[in-house]
């Protein structure tokens, strides 16, 4: 079992950047892979970014490539995304996600996690 906590969410203007965090506790974080994903209210969940358990690998949605980089802290039990260059689009709940990974693998759908943190709500403002 693994609990994952974010923060980091809130207002931001178009422009402007937030760095969102991931704390993990429980097993060995760096058994995990881990990822980002995204949720309006009614839609389903959208793939943000991933990360391998060792962080060597990341992967990105065509959308925030160059803009968002995803980044892992093993000694620290934390993960995160640093959002810059935000847009009104990029507006959502923000969650993060973790699966145990036996290679250096990455997970891009939200079927492939067994466990996510409770969200973290961005807002950024035109």
């Known amino acids: 079992q693994v609990q994952l906590v974010e923060s980091g969410g809130g207002l931001v203007q178009a422009g402007g950047s937030l760095r969102l965090s991931c704390a993990a506790s429980?097993?060995?974080?760096?058994?995990?892979?881990m990822g980002w994903f995204r949720q309006a209210s009614g839609k389903e969940r959208e793939f943000v970014a991933a990360?391998?358990?060792?962080?060597?690998?990341?992967n990105y949605a065509d959308s925030v490539k160059g803009r968002f980089t995803i980044s892992r802290d093993n000694a620290k039990n934390t993960m995160y995304l640093q959002m810059n260059s935000l847009k009104p689009t990029n507006t959502d709940v923000y969650y993060c996600?973790?699966?145990?990974?036996?290679?250096?693998?990455?997970?891009?759908?939200?079927?492939?996690?067994?466990?996510w943190g409770q969200g973290t709500q961005v807002t950024v403002s035109s």
């Open positions: 996600a973790a699966v145990r990974s036996s290679a250096n693998y990455i997970k891009n759908k939200s079927y492939e996690y067994d466990y």
């Open positions: 429980g097993r060995t974080f760096s058994n995990w892979a």
């Open positions: 990360i391998s358990r060792s962080g060597g690998n990341t």
